[in-house]
Nanobody
Framework: VQLVESGGGLVQPGESLRLSCVASGIPFNVYVMGWYRQAPGKQRELVADLMTGGTPNYADAVKGRFTISRDNAKNTVYLQMSSLRPDDTGVYFC???????????WGQGTQVTVSS
């Protein structure tokens, strides 16, 4: 099983980034796919998640600025991030979880830094 994130980087406040996570080795369509982030010195927190055919779930801090989407044909989940702020800085992790299968997998993370 592999979850591989890409798309992180250094941007200025107000700019946008799109993260991608490609999954392999899992029945992607049955997994709830999510994005989490961890800022220095803080706990990992949920940013957004989405099940197939479901309604996206967002952390209050990102509502209206971030959009999660998934393409089951490509085994890929995306996080479009707009109006980025310095407090969005952190390592962003992709997660796939299936309650039915009792499994949860993590990617290695991608760094997002928002700074002027």
């Amino acid at each position: 099983v592999q979850l591989v994130e890409s798309g992180g980087g250094l941007v200025q406040p107000g700019e946008s980034l799109r993260l991608s996570c490609v999954a392999s080795g899992i029945p992607f369509n049955v997994y709830v796919m999510g994005w989490y982030r961890q800022a220095p010195g803080k706990q990992r927190e949920l940013v957004a998640d989405l099940m197939t055919g479901g309604t996206p779930n967002y952390a209050d801090a990102v509502k209206g600025r971030f959009t999660i989407s998934r393409d089951n044909a490509k085994n890929t989940v995306y996080l479009q991030m707009s109006s980025l702020r310095p407090d969005d800085t952190g390592v962003y992790f992709c997660n796939g979880e299936s309650g039915r299968l009792g499994t949860s997998y993590w990617g290695q993370g991608t760094q997002v830094t928002v700074s002027s």
